[in-house]
Nanobody
Framework: QVQLVESGGGLVQAGGSLRLSCAAS????????MGWFRQAPGKEREFVGA????????YYADSVKGRFTISRDNAKNTVYLQMNSLKPEDTGVYYC???????????????????WGQGTQVTVSS
């Protein structure tokens, strides 16, 4: 049974930082590309960023580029999202997702991803 468990969310002031983690189990983690998505209240889910199976390719949404950093540790079956210079508009539930299309281009569309975590809340106060 595949499980993705996010952690690290919380309440932070604008300009602050948070580091989200997503621990995976039940899959061969090193063969999956991993993505981060978020959903703000009343809005559709949006792509934040993604990292290829070995970490050689990383892609970010324009809204977070230069502020957020994705990394992964395949030995720990974990992907991370370091979020700096947070803004109130970064508020939302953050989800990690796994894409089993081994070796293919990083996907920015949520429907491509096969497995999802339950999400972790990030709230940025102004």
């Amino acid at each position: 049974q595949v499980q993705l468990v996010e952690s690290g969310g919380g309440l932070v002031q604008a300009g602050g930082s948070l580091r989200l983690s997503c621990a995976a189990s039940g899959l061969t983690f090193s063969t999956y590309a991993m993505g981060w998505f978020r959903q703000a209240p009343g809005k559709e889910r949006e792509f934040v960023g993604a990292i290829s199976w070995r970490g050689g390719s990383i892609y970010y949404a324009d809204s977070v580029k230069g502020r957020f950093t994705i990394s992964r540790d395949n030995a720990k079956n974990t992907v991370y999202l370091q979020m700096n210079s947070l803004k109130p508009e970064d508020t939302g539930v953050y989800y990690c997702a796994a894409d089993r299309r081994f070796g293919l281009q990083i996907a920015t569309t949520g429907s491509v991803y096969d497995y999802w975590g339950q999400g972790t809340q990030v709230t940025v106060s102004s």
